[in-house]
Nanobody, 123 residues
Framework: VQLQASGGGLVQAGGSLRLSCAGSGRTFSSSMIGWFRQAPATERLFVAAIRRNNDSTYYAPSAKGRFTISRDNAENTVYLQMNSLKPEDTAVYYC?????????????????WGQGTQVTVSS
């Protein structure tokens, strides 16, 4: 599975961005896809995840109510719609694929990673 994250940028607080994670390979549509973020000098943190059949989505408390994860398996793409952005959302955002297992919040359990896209929220 190869992943390409895009859609980051500079936005003012209260604004919105939609991140995309385009995947290739046979197992993308059958993989759980997660979004993680990493600010400078901090660990990579879970943001949101979606199971392969769109039947379950998961969010970090900081994302719940503001972010929405969705996927289009026909297009091999997962989206992260981010609304009401805050300066503390500033980070590099990564998408990742997990081909087996059900735990969604542990970054070390994901098998494939995209290159990251920078999100900067100004106050």
């Amino acid at each position: 599975v190869q992943l390409q994250a895009s859609g980051g940028g500079l936005v003012q607080a209260g604004g919105s961005l939609r991140l995309s994670c385009a995947g290739s390979g046979r197992t993308f549509s059958s993989s759980m896809i997660g979004w993680f973020r990493q600010a400078p000098a901090t660990e990579r943190l879970f943001v949101a995840a979606i199971r392969r059949n769109n039947d379950s989505t998961y969010y970090a408390p900081s994302a719940k109510g503001r972010f929405t994860i969705s996927r289009d398996n026909a297009e091999n793409t997962v989206y992260l719609q981010m609304n009401s952005l805050k300066p503390e959302d500033t980070a590099v955002y990564y998408c990742a694929a997990r081909t087996r297992g059900s735990t969604y919040y542990e970054s070390r359990l994901y098998d494939y990673w995209g290159q990251g896209t920078q999100v900067t929220v100004s106050s």
